[in-house]
């Protein structure tokens, strides 16, 4: 392993150093000076904002070829991506860590996509697999519960889809094949006809057996097709209104219990969206943007099992409504709107106690940005919940920023969250569910700068503090959910992108996680999040031909202390390789190659499991090893 490391390492520095022998910067990247809303809810430069923001451009999208939302955003120094073997659309869909926290919210376009049905995801991001719809994804780390809700403890992503601007049409068709049976097929159409635009995407992807790092068959299957329908109208003077639907439906095949066991678990999902946006600039200074949507999420896993323990057949449904107002005046943005959801569970196979059951939660929430003078500026918040089963909440915020110079930005940030229970910790059959929980509460304190240090290199830095009381967590002893007290998570990030020539760019990110231990537990959530990762990305591009190479390093990532194996796996490094050749304007040959020294790895779970205790194997999936997929894309 450690020559394998050693390899990728002097690639890296070979391409980095011949970089540096080539002319002065002159083709920009997504740098400071890029555009953003997730952290404010108003557009404003990358480096004016007083958080902590990563973006996936449209551009890195398509480049790279990335299968889902999930592998988009687990290349973002700080969020961790807890995938089930090949993909995250086989199985329940991938948890997502934000600076080691689970409590993260999920918006396409600012609209809501959490289910609350079960504890085992926040979203179906893994699902998201319309990748040629989306314009960029913004990744906000640092709790932000003021404007977003009271579960964005870790932090926020934000999916903000395309949008045709100039009149005409363009269709991408996209096919692909790879080892392992991988087949992928696409159809993206986007147009605009006067004030009439639209998005449309359809898609299938089919997935076989895949060998892990070690060389081992392991039991892997999907039949994946995807919709999308997005249809808007220009009411001019920056207002708008766009409708939009997704479809999304699979049949899978995933082990049973882990890598090791021989024995078929067959699922099936059908998960679809809809949503109605408005948006409306009403004078110079005040805008509005009013938003309703509904989420249907219906997960029926091991369905062939005759066992009702075993058996997860849940639909879950959101409905929302948000309206909000933006006032802006020569120093001040007023920010104020409220959020009314309702979370249910219409079905529930086998379990009466949790079938039919709902909660709703209704917001307001004010935040008033003011420029105190040409540097200091100061930002209040606050946001009062009220929880059908809850009651009410106030989580408070205050951000203060100060700007240096045009090339400088600092900022410290105290923002609290309250955390509810899900329907599944409070109606899941006996003995998991438990109505007599508590939220989780708390608050976070983080500091920042963005830096440009020249016009070609830029950089990031955040430090953050996290308290949280009454945690929910599962007991293995009782067999139910309950709440374990209270724990104190430190940490800190940083990034560096370098832009060397019009062909080469480089970027470095690095973050640091320590969270307290419970009792008789590891550091970081059981041992299950490493203390530190690296991401490394050094990209070229020329006329016709463009490539990146990507590292991802985690390291200490120790796993349960019931599993001292797990210390033997703690570390590894994954390198992917991506390249398209343009052969014409209108065609594009591309291929890529994920885990290019075949590493032996997993991403889910604490517990050693894959040659051991098979009882102990729901706690290990490992991911493919070395695989590639080649495809051809047309666009007229």
Not at 471 to 497: E, M, Q, V
Request: net charge negative; proline share 3%.
């Amino acid at each position: 392993m450690n020559r394998k490391i050693m390899a990728a390492s002097l690639a890296v520095l070979s391409l980095s150093g011949g970089a540096f022998c080539v002319e002065a910067a002159d083709m920009p990247v997504y740098t400071l000076d890029g555009i953003v809303v997730t952290a404010s809810r108003v557009p404003e430069k990358k480096i004016d904002s007083n958080a902590d923001v990563s973006v996936v451009t449209s551009k890195e999208i398509e480049e790279k070829h990335y299968d889902d939302v999930s592998e988009a955003v687990k290349h973002v120094p700080g969020v961790t991506i807890s995938s089930q073997g090949a993909s995250s659309q086989v199985g329940m869909s991938s948890q997502i860590y934000i600076n080691g926290s689970k409590n993260v919210v999920v918006l396409v376009d600012g609209m809501r996509r959490n289910t609350n049905g079960n504890s085992l995801c926040t979203a179906d991001i893994g699902d998201m697999v319309n990748m040629d719809s989306i314009d960029h994804i913004e990744v906000l780390k640092g709790s932000a519960s003021t404007l977003y809700g009271s579960d964005a403890q870790g932090g926020v992503i934000n999916i903000i889809t395309k949008k045709a601007k100039n009149d005409g049409v363009r269709t991408t068709l996209r096919t692909s094949f790879g080892n392992e049976s991988r087949e992928k097929y696409s159809l993206h159409n986007e147009g605009r006809e006067e004030n009439v635009f639209w998005n449309v995407d359809a898609g299938k992807e089919l997935q076989g057996k895949y060998k892990d790092g070690w060389g081992r068959r392991v039991i892997n299957h999907l039949n994946a097709e995807h919709y999308n329908v997005k249809l808007g109208y220009d009411l001019g003077n920056d207002s708008d209104v766009v409708f939009n639907y997704e479809k999304y439906t699979s049949d899978y095949i995933r082990p049973n219990s882990g890598t090791n066991d021989t024995t078929r678990a067959r699922g099936k999902k059908d998960n679809d969206s809809v949503s109605l946006q408005y948006k409306a600039k009403l004078n110079d200074r005040l805008t509005n943007q009013f938003s309703i949507y509904r989420n249907n999420t219906h997960i029926n896993d091991n369905y062939t099992t005759s066992d009702l323990w075993d058996l997860c057949d849940m639909k879950m449904r959101t409905t929302g409504i948000s309206d909000q107002l933006t006032y802006t005046m020569d120093r001040q943005t007023i920010t104020g709107g409220f959020d009314w959801y309702k979370d249910e569970i219409p079905y529930y196979k086998g379990n009466p106690d949790v079938e039919g059951t709902s909660i709703t939660n209704t917001a307001f929430y004010l935040q008033d940005k003011v420029d105190l003078t040409d540097r200091w500026n100061v930002t209040p918040g606050i946001r009062v919940d009220h929880h059908s089963e809850f009651g009410t909440h106030t989580s408070p915020s205050l951000s203060v920023g100060y700007k240096k110079n045009e090339k400088t930005n600092y900022y410290i940030n105290y923002k609290s969250f309250f955390v509810a229970p899900s329907l599944y910790n409070l109606y899941s059959p006996s003995p998991y569910g438990n109505k007599d929980l508590d939220p989780e509460e708390g608050n976070t304190v983080e500091f920042g700068v963005n830096h440009r240090f020249t016009d070609s290199l830029d950089g990031t830095f955040n430090v953050f503090h996290t308290h949280a009381k009454n945690l929910i967590d599962y007991d293995d002893t009782t067999s139910h959910y309950r709440n374990s007290g209270k724990t104190n998570a430190n940490g800190f990030s940083l990034s560096l992108n370098k832009e060397f020539s019009r062909h080469w760019n480089a970027s470095l990110g690095y973050s640091y996680l320590h969270m307290q231990a419970k009792a008789g537990e590891n550091i970081n959530n059981n041992g299950a999040l490493p203390e530190s990762t690296l991401h490394v990305n050094v990209s070229y591009k020329a006329d016709k031909f463009n490539a990146s190479l990507d590292g991802r390093g985690v390291m200490n990532r120790y796993g349960s202390k019931e599993s001292p194996e797990m210390r033997n796996y703690s570390s590894y490094w994954v390198w992917d390789m991506a390249a398209n050749y343009h052969f014409t304007k209108n065609a594009t040959l591309f291929a890529r190659v994920n885990n290019i020294f075949d590493q032996f790895y997993t991403d889910i779970g604490s517990f050693y499991g894959h040659d051991a205790d098979p009882s102990r194997a729901l706690g290990w999936y490992s991911a493919p090893g070395r695989n590639f997929e080649v495809g051809m894309q047309f666009t007229f």
